[in-house]
């Protein structure tokens, strides 16, 4: 009987566990490989990856609505060029860049002679679940030691 209400305890810990990390806090916004800087965010009118990653702390960015707790979500496709992410979220409540379930997203620099090809320069942003990947045969420079 002891081992059986230790069992239950655990199951519930996980199925708790689970339920908590899964369940998504905030508000849902979509980014597509022909979505537009003047989209809204929405699976009709996708951003731009250029308008979602824009400072979404200024009166007339597209994204002005993101905030600390809220996703984007990247859909499938390749997203090309050099990217600068200026995103803000809170301490405890990071905005999630992140690939859409059973999608995949690579941002790519493309035979671009940029260096960088996603730079961020926001904070509290969490970037997970895509590929980044750069082409340019010419990404390597000569630095002084």
Request: with cysteine; charged share 15%; proline share 6%.
């Amino acid at each position: 009987m002891q081992l059986m209400k230790i069992y239950a305890m655990r199951s519930m810990h996980l199925w708790m566990t689970i339920l908590t990390c899964c369940a998504a806090s905030g508000a849902q916004y979509y980014v597509d490989p022909n979505g537009t800087d003047s989209g809204s965010g929405t699976t009709i009118s996708p951003w731009s990856l250029t308008a979602a990653l824009s400072d979404n702390t200024l009166p007339t960015s597209p994204n002005r609505s993101l905030k600390g707790g809220d996703t984007v979500w990247l859909r499938e496709g390749v997203y090309s060029g050099a990217f600068t992410s200026r995103l803000r979220g809170a301490t405890n409540a990071p905005i999630r860049v992140r690939q859409f379930p059973g999608h995949r997203a690579t941002i790519s620099g493309g035979v671009s002679s940029s260096l960088h090809v996603l730079t961020v320069l926001g904070g509290q942003v969490d970037f997970v679940d895509f590929e980044i990947s750069h082409s340019s045969p010419d990404r390597e420079v000569e630095r002084p030691f």
